[in-house]
């Protein structure tokens, strides 16, 4: 398969103080200075799917709210994905399981890189997006970057974060992820 040429960077979290805008960007920026594709972030805060709001299962394509259409031509447009998002109760954002289960056909055959964060780091957050992924026909990458935040940071819910300092040590993995995203 070809190197990506248009990867769309999906911020898999709307909570309010979020940092999943910040290191989405961050994210961006490294692959940036390791892929020569473009990359779009793609904020799901900016695509208020309703919950199941279409009549017909995704994978007939049967799309009728012009919504889930804008959303089906979105998603088409990326040749590859990067999926960033916070680890919440061991699994990942309702709204980002949404945004997927909206559809199938445009995920379907595409590499998909997971990066994830949280108090634990987010293995079982990418674990269980792994396997959706899949479930979706994508092809997940093997590496899956996974930052872990404080207990202080955390608890202060302040929304704000330095990526690049805080999670230096883990920079190393996530150049790793988009080497194998390039292969791919």
């Not at 961006?28 to 805060?45: K, N, Q």
């Not at 279409?54 to 799309?63: H, K, L, M, N, Q």
């Not at 994830?116 to 780091?121: E, K, N, R, V």
């Amino acid at each position: 398969m070809p190197m990506p040429s248009r990867i769309l960077v999906i911020v898999g979290s709307i909570r309010p103080n979020r940092i999943c805008p910040v290191v989405a960007e961050w994210v961006t920026s490294v692959g940036r200075e390791i892929l020569p594709a473009e990359f779009e972030i793609v904020d799901l805060l900016d695509w208020p799917l309703p919950m199941d709001g279409e009549p017909s299962i995704p994978a007939t394509g049967d799309y009728r709210t012009d919504l889930t259409k804008a959303w089906s031509e979105k998603i088409a447009t990326g040749d590859a994905f990067v999926f960033v998002s916070p680890q919440y109760n061991w699994g990942y954002p309702a709204v980002l399981k949404n945004a997927l289960d909206h559809l199938y056909r445009e995920w379907a055959g595409k590499p998909a890189m997971i990066v994830t964060y949280g108090g634990h780091g987010g293995n079982k957050c990418a674990a269980q997006l792994h396997q959706v992924l899949t479930g979706l026909k994508m092809k997940p990458l093997e590496t899956m970057p996974g930052f872990t935040l404080s207990r202080s940071f955390i608890e202060a819910n302040t929304g704000a974060l330095d990526p690049a300092t805080e999670f230096a040590e883990g920079r190393a993995m996530l150049e790793q992820a988009f080497g194998e995203l390039g292969r791919n």
